[in-house]
């Protein structure tokens, strides 16, 4: 029998649902503005998309952060997702 | 995937399952119902309500009488109802916020009498839909309660939740259990596969309902993030229209309805009117927002869409909430809604998305279900039967009472509307006061009287509850002198309820026989007290 590959997942339930719920939303946000990006200008349908694109991505990451090994990893690779994120957004917002 | 994996995801599904379940049993059930909301209010629709009427030609003096007396309706709107399913002619009607905006509307209603001087009247439509409407959106948590919003948004995160990790609970047996409903000895087993196939069916459907109920319930603090952040404060400024040209001498006289909906027709010809809201009547801009739906198209709204014309004369002004019109990023976004809310298609979706709202409420039903069962401790050979631990006596005996309180209280609501027209001042407030009376008696009589015994007893009463709903239209029908009222066109809503009656009967009966010959060790068996 070979050894298992991975550690077992621990749980972290509360760990893991904040960094979904908060750092999921806030990841969600800075997708939405890099899209907002795609185009010059707002009008009333794209700002309608641009809310509309939060919910599906911020409830993804709140699905599939329960995947992660333990809360810890979720709180950094989330973290460093959204470093990411809002870097590039706050970028193109400045120098772009 | 992991073993350890889908354990974990199999805990997430059970307990935003057991939290939200019955929230959303609540949602989906008066969902269900709101889907045909026309038909609904067309059944409780008093005769005489929408009497005297007017004639299209007399429009125009009409508005400009009403606008004379009450400026607040010329800025605001009113609005001219056409005829529908058998009305004898169209009415005017506005409403008004007394104390500012929060205030209760009150509604008015206006005509020309025979010297053509207008004559306007309080009135009180009856808001039964908009009722059922709101128990949908907040899952009959009382109003004016001002967190429900959020504690809906909530639910509708842990709905996500549930569907997300139900669906990753099931992907690895996904094929064998889609074909899979084993009646057999294993009662479990036949509630999890009819679980499973109901939420395997319905899956797009869920999709659609988590995502766009998540929009409805938090769009408010999204936009807000959004335009603090991304848009710099621009967000009101890209929604608000541009303003209209400044135009000196005296503005054009006011178009009829007659004519405004045949430059309508000629503009766009599939578009079905239902009723004409004039809007800043007196200014240059004023315009006719122009309410029906276009079944081709995707409709932004429940009820269709808008076509926004010109009150001076008739072109369109805007067609970003016009069905077949809009440019296509408004369009798009219609058709999240419309998604939502069953707006195309017409009747074959929204027979559709009933048949799927009511398969929604079993999918909830039947985990709380499975949650009791999961539960169920066994009897061992040669021992007395094992009872069951105090919480999933609790948890069915709350399913039971939540469930058949929030059907028993929503079809005595509607019933009873029509037995007490006519007899006391204020109906819409019994409407409310049947739905929350019925909703609690039912749940405290379920904890009262114990899961097995209430679901017996409370399927039979919501059968009949149900069942009171066509008999009074039957009643109307064959005693006219009764004071009660049938309308031929919402006999789908008799039929209906007829049908559901049947169903919840049967259902009783089933109960009945699984307390008496069911295994006396299950929370449904009445074997022991």
Same mark, same amino acid.
């Given at each position: 029998?070979?050894?298992? !590959?991975?550690?077992p997942i621990k749980r972290d339930w509360l760990?893991k649902s904040?960094?979904?719920?908060?750092?999921?939303?806030?990841?969600?946000?800075?997708?939405?503005?890099?899209?907002?990006?795609?185009?010059?200008?707002?009008?009333?349908?794209?700002?309608?998309?641009?809310?509309?694109?939060?919910?599906? +991505?911020?409830?993804?990451?709140?699905?599939?952060?329960f995947?992660?090994?333990?809360?810890?990893?979720?709180?950094?690779?989330?973290?460093?997702? #959204?470093?990411?994120?809002?870097?590039?957004?706050?970028?193109?917002?400045?120098?772009? | 995937m992991r073993p350890d994996v889908i354990r974990l995801y199999k805990t997430l599904h059970t307990w935003t399952g057991i939290v939200a379940g019955l929230a959303l049993f609540v949602?989906f059930y008066?969902?269900?119902?709101?889907?045909?909301?026309?038909?609904?209010?067309?059944?409780?629709?008093?005769?005489?309500?929408?009497?005297?009427?007017?004639?299209?030609?007399?429009?125009?003096?009409?508005?400009?009488?009403?606008?004379?007396?009450?400026?607040?309706?010329? !800025?605001?709107?009113?609005?001219?109802?056409?005829?529908?399913?058998?009305? *004898?002619?169209?009415?005017?009607?506005?409403?008004?916020?007394?104390?500012?905006?929060?205030?209760?509307?009150?509604?008015?209603?206006?005509?020309?009498?025979?010297?053509?001087? +207008?004559?306007?009247?309080?009135?009180?439509?009856?808001?039964?839909?908009?009722?059922?409407?709101?128990?949908?959106?907040?899952a009959?948590?009382?109003?004016?309660?001002?967190?429900?919003?959020?504690? %809906?948004?909530?639910i509708?995160?842990l709905y996500?939740l549930a569907l997300i990790s139900g669906v990753i609970v099931l992907l690895p047996t996904l094929?064998s259990d889609f074909?899979a409903l084993r009646l057999g000895r294993n009662l479990k087993r036949f509630w999890l596969d009819a679980h499973n196939v109901a939420g395997i069916?319905?899956?797009?459907?869920?999709?659609?309902?988590?995502?766009?109920? *998540?929009?409805?319930?938090?769009?408010?603090?999204?936009?807000?993030?959004?335009?603090?952040?991304?848009?710099?404060? !621009?967000?009101?400024?890209?929604?608000?229209?541009?303003?209209?040209?400044?135009?000196?001498?005296?503005?054009?006289?006011?178009?009829?309805?007659?004519?405004?909906?045949?430059?309508?027709?000629?503009?766009?010809?599939?578009?079905?009117?239902?009723? %004409?809201?004039?809007?800043?009547?007196?200014?240059?801009?004023?315009?006719?927002?122009?309410?029906?739906?276009?079944?081709?198209? %995707?409709?932004?709204?429940?009820?269709?869409?808008?076509?926004?014309?010109?009150?001076?004369?008739?072109?369109?002004?805007? *067609?970003?909430?016009?069905?077949?019109?809009?440019?296509?990023?408004?369009?798009?976004?219609?058709?999240?809604?419309?998604?939502?809310?069953?707006?195309?298609?017409?009747?074959?979706?929204?027979?559709?998305?009933? =048949?799927?709202?009511?398969a929604g409420a079993f999918l909830f039903y039947s985990g709380n279900l499975l949650w009791v069962e999961s539960r169920r401790k066994l009897t061992r050979r040669d021992q007395p039967p094992a009872t069951q631990s105090r919480s999933t006596h609790l948890m069915a005996a709350l399913t039971v009472g939540v469930a058949l309180g929030c059907i028993?209280?929503?079809?005595?609501?509607?019933?009873?509307? !029509?037995?007490?027209?006519?007899?006391?001042?204020?109906? #819409?407030?019994?409407?409310?006061?049947?739905?929350?009376?019925?909703f609690l008696a039912c749940a405290a009589w379920a904890q009262w009287r114990g899961a097995a015994r209430s679901a017996i007893e409370l399927l039979g009463f919501a059968?009949?509850?149900?069942?009171?709903?066509?008999?009074?239209?039957? =009643?109307?029908?064959?005693?006219?002198?009764?004071?009660?009222?049938?309308?031929?066109?919402?006999?789908?809503?008799?039929?209906?309820?007829?049908?559901?009656?049947?169903?919840l009967?049967l259902m009783a009966w089933a109960a009945a026989r699984r307390a008496a010959r069911g295994p006396a060790d299950s929370v449904w068996s009445l074997a022991r007290p």
């Amino acid at each position: 029998m070979a050894r298992a !590959k991975h550690p077992p997942i621990k749980r972290d339930w509360l760990g893991k649902s904040l960094a979904g719920l908060l750092l999921g939303f806030t990841l969600a946000l800075a997708l939405s503005g890099l899209a907002g990006l795609l185009r010059p200008g707002l009008d009333g349908a794209e700002a309608q998309l641009l809310m509309w694109m939060v919910p599906p +991505v911020w409830v993804a990451v709140l699905g599939g952060v329960f995947m992660f090994p333990d809360g810890w990893r979720a709180w950094a690779w989330l973290s460093l997702a #959204n470093l990411v994120a809002w870097g590039l957004l706050t970028t193109c917002l400045h120098w772009g | 995937m992991r073993p350890d994996v889908i354990r974990l995801y199999k805990t997430l599904h059970t307990w935003t399952g057991i939290v939200a379940g019955l929230a959303l049993f609540v949602a989906f059930y008066a969902g269900a119902v709101t889907v045909f909301q026309e038909p609904l209010a067309r059944w409780a629709a008093a005769p005489q309500a929408t009497a005297p009427g007017v004639r299209p030609a007399d429009m125009p003096a009409l508005l400009a009488a009403i606008a004379g007396t009450r400026p607040a309706a010329a !800025k605001e709107g009113i609005t001219l109802h056409l005829p529908q399913h058998g009305d *004898t002619s169209a009415w005017v009607g506005w409403h008004e916020h007394a104390g500012g905006r929060d205030s209760p509307e009150v509604n008015y209603h206006a005509w020309l009498d025979a010297e053509g001087a +207008v004559q306007i009247r309080q009135q009180q439509p009856s808001d039964l839909t908009r009722f059922i409407d709101f128990i949908h959106q907040r899952a009959g948590l009382p109003e004016g309660f001002d967190a429900g919003e959020w504690l %809906m948004g909530g639910i509708s995160l842990l709905y996500a939740l549930a569907l997300i990790s139900g669906v990753i609970v099931l992907l690895p047996t996904l094929v064998s259990d889609f074909f899979a409903l084993r009646l057999g000895r294993n009662l479990k087993r036949f509630w999890l596969d009819a679980h499973n196939v109901a939420g395997i069916i319905s899956l797009p459907f869920h999709i659609i309902m988590a995502l766009t109920a *998540t929009v409805f319930l938090l769009h408010d603090p999204i936009y807000g993030l959004q335009d603090k952040l991304l848009h710099d404060g !621009k967000l009101m400024s890209a929604w608000r229209q541009p303003a209209a040209p400044a135009s000196s001498g005296p503005l054009p006289a006011l178009l009829t309805p007659e004519a405004l909906l045949q430059r309508l027709q000629e503009q766009a010809p599939g578009f079905s009117p239902r009723d %004409m809201t004039w809007r800043t009547l007196g200014q240059p801009d004023a315009s006719v927002w122009i309410g029906g739906h276009d079944d081709r198209f %995707m409709n932004r709204g429940a009820l269709g869409g808008f076509a926004i014309v010109s009150a001076y004369d008739g072109h369109l002004i805007r *067609t970003d909430v016009m069905p077949g019109h809009a440019s296509p990023g408004n369009a798009l976004v219609a058709s999240f809604f419309s998604l939502h809310f069953a707006s195309f298609g017409g009747d074959t979706v929204r027979w559709g998305y009933f =048949l799927l709202g009511l398969a929604g409420a079993f999918l909830f039903y039947s985990g709380n279900l499975l949650w009791v069962e999961s539960r169920r401790k066994l009897t061992r050979r040669d021992q007395p039967p094992a009872t069951q631990s105090r919480s999933t006596h609790l948890m069915a005996a709350l399913t039971v009472g939540v469930a058949l309180g929030c059907i028993s209280g929503i079809s005595l609501s509607i019933a009873g509307g !029509k037995w007490l027209h006519g007899h006391v001042d204020d109906l #819409n407030s019994w409407h409310r006061g049947i739905y929350y009376v019925v909703f609690l008696a039912c749940a405290a009589w379920a904890q009262w009287r114990g899961a097995a015994r209430s679901a017996i007893e409370l399927l039979g009463f919501a059968a009949l509850a149900t069942l009171l709903i066509p008999l009074t239209s039957l =009643l109307a029908w064959a005693l006219p002198a009764s004071g009660l009222w049938f309308h031929e066109e919402a006999l789908g809503v008799d039929l209906t309820a007829l049908a559901g009656a049947a169903a919840l009967a049967l259902m009783a009966w089933a109960a009945a026989r699984r307390a008496a010959r069911g295994p006396a060790d299950s929370v449904w068996s009445l074997a022991r007290p």
